[in-house]
């Protein structure tokens, strides 16, 4: 739907429309010669109709320092047509100018309520019960451990689990996703989403400071001040450029007459009109807004992007590095193994890893404790200690366990088995002896080898993976997906060597960008050049430490976030190309006196609409993904 004027819009364009009728009546009236002051008193009253905003602007800037833009511009130019008795000219450039100006407002306002609409997630209250009586609350107001009530039709106001009830969820506004996805008691739940059907009994699992909701809106309100390269650039080129113009335009106007005798009024003309060219509003304009609508077109499409810089450093990808576990695969782990030491039962060994992975909250200890069918005796288990990227050390009655992977037993001086099958491997000892392995097997998530083919349609041939797992599950995992390269069973600080390595080998070939979810991901994530995590499932340090996000984690959007960016870039270069090849040509032609007024409005505003039109077309993005969803 088509945003409506605001006020202050309708207002201007009464305005214009009044000046515009007037300008013509005066024109019908010149023709039966009245006297010059009433003449130039007639149309003046069509000039301060509609430009007096602009001149009280010009004004007031210069009484604060700030003398060198559009403003000061329009009123040297028009005040100077008016000495010069060019009058139809002054009242039509000032005319145009703010008709312009009325369209490029009216493409901005646009362009944010599209924005504003696609984030209208703030939840405006939150239901409890109190007293046998369900009331409405301020969502600030509840705390982790709460519960909370949950209609049809209302909008989820805090992360929580579903104690109670089954329905469907509509997470368009946060994932893209255009399928409702269905939840059930025991199902996490996300604020933003907006519950379609059945009434939810929900324990809250974190304050809305600390929500996803809160977390979506800083992230969309601050993307802003993080501008991009291009952005930093127009802004100083602008700065530089107007000043310039106007000394050539003084000097353009006054050194010919007094150098080579030419008439003084025809020179002034041409400096005139050379100043109303020079305005730069179409590149500061448009520039802000095709970023802008790009961050607007990705969040629409469920990727926030942290700033405009950000999307810059996409356009230029030419190395993306994946994490595997939670980013390419599902990591929901299966057990297909149980491989016991002579001596040692399956159950056995089975049962000792449940204990000592009691405590943790890895996706392999989770599927171990699903296959124990036994239930662990936490009184049983003391001395639990994890190192992170290898596994645990646990006390389990009178016997030391270790579960990891194979570092880790080498590091406590336990030989491991080798030639050992493919997939995740978790190996286990007791008391200092080798007691057997665990063999899990991991899937890939539905668009994961979508998300490769795409990035190779995209001609970015520089496709790795840097995994914590076993180099038998990185090879298969590599293979196939058909990735460039893979490293296995690193430590977190391996990631971060094993990203420099890349980034080095990769040099001159674009931006380095990683994919990934785990709180291990954290350090890799701030290092590479754009970071993007996973942010349905992936942990809050690398949500924090990413500069775009996934919110439905599905690994095809890493594809669809690099099209978009290069295609906000490209509309950038094209509206850079395009105002700057205009205004220059029309710059010559008014130096050399062969470019009117009415060319000169055009290099402005004309020049200025159509960059914003073509601006707000990265608003309009929208990636045909496949909608299947995987099981919860």
Same mark, same amino acid.
């Given at each position: ?56 602007? /010009? ?42 100006? @009325? ?41 982790? $451990?709460?519960?909370?009530?949950? !209609? ?15 329905? =469907? ?11 409702? !996805? ?5 199902? !996490? ?24 909701? &809160? ?35 003084? &000097? ?11 008439? @003084? ?30 961050? $607007? ?9 942290? $700033? ?72 049983? #288990? ?8 290898? $596994? ?37 000892? &007791? ?13 890939? !998530? ?33 293979? =196939? ?6 490293? /296995? ?12 390595? @890349? ?99 055009? /290099?402005?505003?004309?020049?200025? #609409? ?23």
């Amino acid at each position: 739907m088509t945003p409506a004027l605001t006020k202050k819009q309708t207002k201007t364009l009464w305005r214009i429309l009044i000046a515009f009728a007037l300008l013509l009546c005066v024109l019908a009236y010149q023709q039966t010669q009245p006297p010059a002051v009433l003449t130039l008193t007639l149309y003046l009253i069509p000039y301060a109709l509609v430009g007096y905003d602009v001149l009280l602007r /010009a004004a007031k800037n210069i009484l604060h320092g700030k003398i060198f833009d559009e403003n000061f511009l329009m009123t040297i130019a028009t005040i100077g047509a008016l000495c010069l008795g060019e009058y139809p000219e002054a009242v039509a450039v000032m005319l145009f100018y703010q008709t312009g100006e @009325l369209f490029q407002n009216y493409a901005v306002t646009k362009s944010r309520k599209s924005i504003a609409a696609l984030m209208d997630i703030r939840p405006d209250h939150a239901a409890i019960e109190r007293n046998g009586q369900i009331i409405e609350v301020n969502p600030e107001e509840l705390s982790a $451990g709460d519960e909370i009530i949950i !209609k049809p039709g209302d909008r989820v106001p805090l992360d929580g689990i579903i104690l109670t009830g089954t329905s =469907e969820l509509d997470t368009a506004s946060l994932t893209g996703e255009s399928l409702p !996805k269905p939840v059930t008691e025991g199902d !996490k739940i996300i604020s933003g989403c907006i519950n379609l059907s059945g009434l939810l009994r929900v324990r809250v699992t974190a304050p809305y400071s600390q929500s996803t909701v &809160a977390k979506i809106l800083d992230l969309v309100e601050n993307a802003a001040a993080k501008k991009a390269k291009t952005e930093n650039f127009i802004t100083t080129f602008a700065r530089y450029y107007t000043p310039a113009v106007v000394l050539v335009a003084a &000097a353009l106007a006054i050194l010919p007459p007094l150098l080579l005798g030419e008439p @003084l009024t025809d020179w002034i003309s041409r400096a005139l009109i050379f100043l109303v060219v020079s305005c730069p509003c179409a590149l500061v304009i448009s520039i802000p807004l095709s970023f802008y609508g790009g961050i $607007g077109g990705a969040s629409r499409n469920g990727i926030l992007i942290k $700033g405009g810089n950000y999307l810059e450093t996409l356009a230029r990808t030419g190395t993306v590095v994946f994490d595997k576990t939670g980013t390419l695969t599902t990591g929901t782990f299966r057990l297909t193994e149980i491989c016991p030491a002579d001596g040692i039962t399956a159950d056995q060994l089975l049962a000792w890893a449940a204990a000592a992975e009691t405590a943790s909250t890895h996706p392999l200890a989770r599927s171990i404790q699903e296959a124990c069918k036994q239930p662990v005796d936490q009184t049983a #288990v003391t001395h639990i200690t994890e190192e992170a990227g290898l $596994g645990v050390s646990a006390q389990v009655h009178n016997t030391h366990v270790l579960a990891g992977n194979t570092q880790h037993l080498i590091r406590a001086g336990i030989a491991v088995p080798e030639n050992l099958p493919g997939g995740t491997i978790i190996h286990l000892a &007791a008391d200092g002896r080798y007691a057997g392995y665990l063999r899990f097997s991991d899937t890939l !998530k539905p668009h994961a080898k979508d998300a490769v083919t795409s990035l190779k349609q995209l001609g970015i041939r520089n496709i790795s993976l840097l995994t914590g797992d076993t180099a038998a599950a990185a090879a298969e995992t590599a293979e =196939e997906l058909g990735l460039t390269s893979y490293r /296995a069973e690193l430590l977190p600080q391996d990631k971060l060597a094993g990203l420099e390595d @890349l980034i080095t080998e990769n040099t001159g070939s674009g931006t380095t960008i990683y994919v990934g979810d785990g709180i291990n991901d954290a350090p890799v994530l701030s290092r590479a050049d754009a970071g993007i995590a996973m942010g349905s499932l992936g942990s809050d340090a690398a949500i924090e430490a990413a500069d775009i996000v996934i919110m439905d984690d599905d690994p095809a959007k890493v594809a669809t976030a690099v099209k978009l960016s290069r295609k906000t870039y490209w509309i950038v270069r094209q509206n850079i190309i395009f105002a700057l090849g205009v205004k220059f040509a029309v710059l010559a032609l008014a130096a050399a006196g062969a470019a009117t007024m009415w060319e000169a409005v055009f /290099a402005d505003v004309g020049v200025a #609409v159509i960059a914003v039109l073509n601006a707000m077309r990265t608003l309009r993005y929208a990636e045909n993904t496949p909608q299947t969803r995987t099981a919860e």
